[in-house]
């Protein structure tokens, strides 16, 4: 079926059409959970539920414009997926969420980078690796001792502050 033009007509776009009812779904929820607050009668006008109706109204929105938006076929053709990237960056993080408590934040953070950046398509792991780990630990000093906050330390992070692998 044409519409006089050499492209065939194009049905709604079926994901955006996903999107917005998640998005409208978000605000609803949003709407209704704020409604339930109890608010003091001093903070009724401006207090803590302006922000949250600011947040769904704009979720909302959003979800009537991609639904427009899908049934006007204003979004452009996607491509296929590769899903080789997407499992290096999930490899990444479930590799930090296995090394934090053994290796500490460096080391797990590092080994992060680089599978992001080989899913990303840059650079051997041997180079990333160790640039990873350099910026994670620059990362590290500055939380753990500039702002006294505590993340993980790991057998590197023991040995460049206190010159021993334990803690």
Not at 55 to 78: D, E, K, M, Q, Y
Not at 84 to 113: E, K, R
Request: hydrophobic fraction near 50%.
């Amino acid at each position: 079926m044409t519409n006089g033009s050499s492209t065939p007509e194009r049905r709604p776009d079926g994901a955006a059409l996903v999107i917005a009812a998640i998005l409208a779904g978000l605000a609803i929820i949003i709407f209704w959970q704020t409604s339930q607050m109890r608010v003091p009668p001093v903070q009724q006008r401006v207090g803590p539920t302006v922000f949250p109706y600011v947040v769904a109204s704009g979720l909302l929105l959003l979800a009537i414009g991609t639904v427009v938006s899908a049934l006007r076929n204003g979004f452009p053709v996607r491509s296929r997926d590769d899903y080789q990237p997407i499992f290096w960056i999930v490899g990444g993080l479930v590799a930090q969420i296995l090394l934090l408590s053994t290796a500490g934040f460096s080391i797990a953070t590092g080994v992060l980078f680089a599978l992001t950046a080989r899913g990303f398509g840059r650079g051997p792991l041997w180079q990333t690796i160790p640039i990873g780990v350099v910026f994670s630990f620059i990362v590290w000093f500055i939380f753990a001792k500039g702002l006294q906050l505590s993340l993980p330390a790991g057998p590197l992070e023991n040995l460049l502050t206190t010159g021993s692998f334990g803690g």
